[in-house]
């Protein structure tokens, strides 16, 4: 069955830093992959979305790589602020209109600390 | 915040009852998902409507069902409640074709008891 797998284990970064989140899956070839942001009680906010045949994508302090190969998905946010503490959730959705939904990973608690 | 809104935010329901949550999409969007989040989990896809018409589905009962309105609006109906049930409940909206963005609302916090 299709599995997507992000750091199980809550992400301390110091003010400052690049944080880096992983998101791998196995038995699935998405079309796309997408980034959301939660914070605790809110829906999630939709971040960046990369294509199957795009390596890289970048949104201000945001950074995407896809790699279908290795079946990985790299979130980095440079320069991190506390106000980027949250949990980000990789979403990865078929062709096709989109009808089969996005397929959510647990996601992972970053903590920025100051 | 999005334009997503929905109702109510909060829901205390027992076990074997019906309930219905309310969804108002995004200005534009045709294309309504519905999302069960269990505390700790990703949202998992319920299902998909789009001109009023259920065209995708998840791993879901029958007993989950929606329905959508000519104004994009949309309903999501769980009968014969289940304690497993207890979840935040998301309505997401999007433009029809490609692979867009979903937008979200805040949820509904559903227990079930």
């Known amino acids: 069955s299709q599995k997507i797998e992000q750091n199980s284990e809550a992400l301390n970064i110091q003010e400052g830093k690049t944080a880096t989140l992983t998101c791998n899956y196995t038995?699935?070839?998405?079309?796309?992959l997408q980034w959301y942001r939660q914070d605790p009680g809110r829906g999630p906010v939709f971040l960046l979305l990369i294509r199957e045949n795009e390596k890289e994508k970048r949104k201000e302090r945001l950074k995407v790589t896809f790699d279908t190969t290795l079946k990985q998905s790299l979130f980095h946010i440079t320069a991190s602020q506390p106000a980027d503490s949250a949990t980000y959730l990789c979403a990865l959705g078929n062709s096709g209109g989109g009808a089969d939904g996005l397929t959510f990973g647990k996601g992972t608690h970053l903590i920025i600390q100051p | 915040e999005t334009g997503v809104t929905q109702s109510p935010t909060h829901l205390i329901k027992t076990r074997g009852q019906q309930v219905t949550l309310r969804c108002s999409s995004q200005s534009g969007h045709n294309t309504v998902s519905w999302y069960q989040q269990a505390l700790g989990q990703g949202p998992q896809f319920i299902f998909q409507?789009?001109?009023?018409?259920?065209?995708g589905r998840g791993n879901f009962p029958p007993r989950f069902s929606g329905l959508q309105f000519p104004n994009y609006s949309s309903e999501l109906n769980v009968n014969a409640l289940e304690l497993d049930d207890s979840a935040l409940y998301l309505c997401?909206?999007?433009?029809?074709?490609?692979?867009?963005?979903?937008?979200f609302g805040p949820g509904t916090r559903l227990t079930v008891t």
């Open positions: 038995n699935y070839s998405p079309a796309y």
């Open positions: 409507y789009y001109r009023e018409e259920e065209n």
């Open positions: 997401a909206s999007r433009r029809t074709g490609g692979p867009y963005e979903q937008y």
